[in-house]
């Protein structure tokens, strides 16, 4: 099996709720958008977030539990610190909670937000050879 990743699913309680954030806040474009069903945003060249109703999700997945900070992240790498906090004050106006950006004992700098669920997003500049790697 190669090694390759088409989708990140986020289960969310309230799918206008999450179209307003990462469609009207943000300015994601949504690819496909099912009313009361889903929405995918294309967010790498062969990546998409997909945003599912909860109510949907748990007709196919099964019961969903939520609670406390999930453990993992999604990142946003960009291209300098100045957009880092840049991007983190797009997702504050968007309605995120914002954690502020901060050097890292890594040699970057990075903050996180999180959406309206939950999901928590870090924004960062990675100075090392695979920050150029992740970039458009």
């Known amino acids: 099996m190669e090694s390759r990743l088409n989708f990140v699913t986020l289960v969310v309680a309230d799918l206008d709720r999450a179209r307003r954030?990462?469609?009207?806040?943000?300015?994601?474009?949504?690819?496909?958008?099912?009313?009361?069903?889903?929405?995918?945003?294309h967010v790498g060249e062969k990546l998409?977030?997909?945003?599912?109703?909860?109510?949907?999700?748990?007709?196919?997945?099964g019961e969903v539990q939520r609670g406390g900070t999930l453990p993992f992240t999604m990142a946003h790498n960009v291209a300098s610190p100045e957009d880092v906090d840049a991007a983190l004050e797009d997702a504050r106006a968007a309605g995120a909670t914002v954690f502020a950006a901060q050097r890292r004992d890594w040699g970057g700098y990075s903050g996180y937000f999180t959406d309206p669920d939950g999901f928590r997003w870090e924004v960062a500049h990675n100075p090392h050879p695979i920050g150029t790697m992740t970039l458009p």
């Open 48 to 61: 998409m977030l997909s945003l599912w109703a909860e109510a949907s999700a748990r007709e196919e997945i």
């Open 21 to 41: 954030f990462y469609v009207d806040g943000l300015g994601w474009p949504a690819a496909v958008d099912v009313p009361d069903g889903l929405v995918m945003i």
